[in-house]
């Protein structure tokens, strides 16, 4: 079974629309962390946030939000007022223990979301 | 404070060829992640390791590719021999813990033909 699930493959908007980035996660674990990561067209991996599962605050970064929510295991990303220069691959990522436990985490990505911002 | 420093970034070679990718972990990281990104597959963890040890290399995908770590500040992905299909972009990533943010290094483009 997928462990995180980005559904929306593709997504094109107008530049100063809201846009939001879905993800779903799936697992067994009571601790985990999960992450989102921007991949520009250059191509490197750059980190946006971090969430461990104890704490569900939704949490506002300038035009970014997160919205994570234990019930649905969604941990959702919102961009406002999009820019073109937000034009990317967003990844959603989960972080739990490998088997055995101990302090050994293992991180896996979605499939990423293409998201294009038009001018 | 440098990041995670890949080598080469980009490589070109012939099938059948010996490739060797490198990584500097960022210092005082203790957690190192070879992944594979494709088109077709996305990102896939290869291996991982944890204070210079391999955890998990259940993603590695057949006896052609090793790892190695030999110390805290270095670590190699070979391929040997190289194939067509094992053309993809390869990242190294470091963390202090396995659960905390990881940070990526540029990649290495990886082309075999």
């Known amino acids: 079974a997928q462990k995180v699930t980005q559904a929306q493959t593709e997504i094109s908007v107008v530049e100063k629309e809201d846009v939001t980035l879905d993800c779903v996660y799936e697992?067994?674990?009571?601790?985990?962390?999960l992450f989102w990561y921007k991949q520009p067209p250059s191509g490197e991996l750059v980190f946006l946030i971090r969430r461990n599962s104890f704490d569900e605050q939704n949490e506002i970064s300038g035009r970014y939000s997160w919205n994570f929510q234990k019930s649905t295991s969604s941990f959702n990303f919102t961009i406002t007022a999009s820019q073109v220069v937000d034009s990317a691959v967003y990844f959603c990522a989960l972080s739990e223990a490998f088997e055995g436990g101990g302090s050994n985490y293992k991180l896996t990505f979605g499939k990423g979301t293409l998201l294009t911002v038009n001018p | 404070d440098a990041g995670v420093i890949q080598s080469p970034r980009h490589e070109v070679t012939e099938m059948g060829q010996e490739v060797t990718l490198r990584c500097k972990p960022i210092s005082g990281h203790n957690s190192l992640f070879w992944y594979r990104q494709t088109m077709m597959r996305g990102l896939e963890l290869l291996i991982y390791f944890n204070n210079n040890v391999p955890i998990d290399d259940s993603g590695m995908p057949e006896d052609r590719f090793s790892a190695k770590m030999p110390n805290a500040s270095f670590s190699t992905l070979k391929i040997q021999p190289s194939e067509p299909r094992d053309s993809a972009v390869y990242f190294c990533a470091s963390s202090r813990q396995g659960w905390t943010e990881a940070f990526f290094g540029q990649g290495t483009r990886l082309t075999v033909v």
């Open positions: 697992t067994r674990d009571t601790t985990y962390y």
